[in-house]
C-alpha cells in the first residue's frame, strides 16, 4: 500500500471567544471596545463569580466577576496571535495608577472538536504560534460534551462553564450548516 502525502488545506473558520475577568463595571466598556474590532457579539454569558483561584486578587482586588463572549463572524483559527496582541494592548487601557491590570481579557477559539486558549506564557503542553503567543487545547469533545485534559484550569472543568461551551459548539454548528 503506498501512502500519500498530506495535502496542506485551508482551516476551516472557528468560533472566537474571550472571557473576561474583573469587576463587572469594567466589563460594558471593554465589551465596547471588542465589539468595534470583532463585530457583534452574538453571547454574553452571565456574570459568574470568580471563585476558582485568587491569583488575580493581588493585582486586581477580590469579589472579581467573570464573563464569557463570543462573536457572530467567524475567524481564522491563525488569526489568534493577532487577536491575543490586541487584547493584551487593550487591557493595558484598563490600568489603575499604580500600572495594575483591572481587566483580564482571555481570548481564545471554539472549534468543533476543541476549546483553545491563547497565552503568553510557556509551559510543556503549550504550542508556540508565533508573536509571542502560545496555545493550548484547554478542552476537548468527547462522548457529546467538552471534557477537560490533566492542565485544564479548574474554573474550565466546571459544569457551568462546560455548559456555555457545549451551547457555543451548537451555535458553531448551526452556523457552519447555514
Avoid at 78 to 95: G, W
Avoid at 105 to 116: F, H, M, N, Q, R
Avoid at 158 to 172: A, G, H, M, V
Wanted: glycine share 6%.
Amino acid at each position: 500500500m503506498v501512502s500519500k502525502m498530506g495535502k496542506i488545506c485551508k482551516q476551516k473558520s472557528v468560533k472566537l471567544i474571550i472571557g473576561l475577568i474583573g469587576k463587572e463595571n469594567l466589563f460594558s466598556k471593554v465589551k465596547a471596545k471588542l465589539l468595534t474590532k470583532f463585530g457583534m457579539i452574538d453571547f454574553s454569558s452571565t456574570i459568574l463569580d470568580f471563585t476558582s483561584t485568587d491569583y488575580y486578587n493581588r493585582e486586581m482586588g477580590s469579589d472579581l466577576k467573570r464573563q464569557f463572549l463570543s462573536f457572530k463572524r467567524l475567524i481564522s483559527p491563525d488569526m489568534l496571535p493577532d487577536i491575543k496582541n490586541y487584547t493584551n494592548t487593550l487591557e493595558s487601557n484598563f490600568y489603575s495608577g499604580n500600572k495594575r491590570r483591572l481587566v483580564n481579557i482571555d481570548p481564545g477559539y471554539l472549534s468543533i472538536a476543541k476549546l483553545v486558549l491563547a497565552t503568553t506564557k510557556d509551559h510543556q503542553h503549550r504550542i508556540y504560534l508565533g508573536k509571542g503567543i502560545f496555545a493550548e487545547v484547554t478542552l476537548r469533545y468527547k462522548g457529546k460534551t467538552f471534557c477537560s485534559w490533566d492542565w485544564t484550569y479548574p474554573d474550565y472543568c466546571t459544569k457551568e462553564y462546560i455548559s456555555i461551551f457545549n451551547q457555543l459548539r451548537k451555535e458553531l454548528y448551526k452556523a457552519k450548516e447555514s
